[in-house]
């Protein structure tokens, strides 16, 4: 049996990353109205359960579960298509950040298939590169901040023991008796 191939005939796809994102973050990256155009086609509104609405694409959209931040599952359907098909988008906890998981079935052919698992593998790679960035630079700046603190405090300290030191070698010298010279 061809992979993607399910027992009614029709096929199904999906694609997953692991993001360094908080699971509200990947929500609104990808289930929220604009969201959405990420994996599928931009939605004029946020989705309600049990709410229907158009995608920009005409694409026809029945919301049948919503449940930020982990779960959408949406019936989508289009003239030009045979039969209705099944998207969903699940974000996972996983050990650092969340895994976005996109899946759709109903897909008429493997040709469909690869199409989306392409589409979605690319969103899913150029999505993570900006949040990625955004968090280097933000944790770069951190760092920066806090090495210019500690360097400022390490160099206070480091003046002020010198400073002490310059002080007690200022002590009057004494003569190879070990005491004072006298002020004669």
Do not use: C, F
Not at 31 to 37: H, R, S, Y
Not at 80 to 103: C, I, K, N, Y
Not at 150 to 158: F, I, N, R, V
Request: proline share 5%; charged share 25%.
């Amino acid at each position: 049996m061809p992979t993607g191939l399910t027992a009614d005939g029709s096929y199904q796809a999906g694609a997953r990353r692991t993001m360094d994102l908080t699971a509200q973050d990947a929500w609104r990256n990808w289930a929220e109205a604009q969201g959405l155009g990420r994996w599928l086609s931009q939605a004029r509104t946020a989705l309600t359960e049990g709410e229907e609405t158009t995608l920009a694409d005409g694409t026809h959209v029945l919301a049948v579960r919503v449940r930020p931040p982990s779960l959408l599952r949406i019936r989508l359907s289009r003239a030009d298509w045979p039969q209705p098909r099944t998207a969903q988008l699940r974000v996972l906890a996983a050990a650092r950040g969340s895994t976005v998981a996109l899946h759709m079935e109903g897909l008429p052919d493997a040709a469909a298939r690869a199409g989306y698992i392409e589409h979605w593998n690319a969103a899913l790679t150029g999505a993570r590169a900006p949040d990625a960035k955004k968090t280097t630079v933000a944790k770069k700046a951190a760092s920066a901040k806090k090495t210019t603190v500690a360097k400022k405090a390490a160099s206070a300290k480091k003046t002020t023991v010198a400073k002490k030191a310059a002080s007690a070698k200022k002590v009057p010298a004494r003569n190879s008796a070990g005491k004072k010279p006298s002020a004669r």
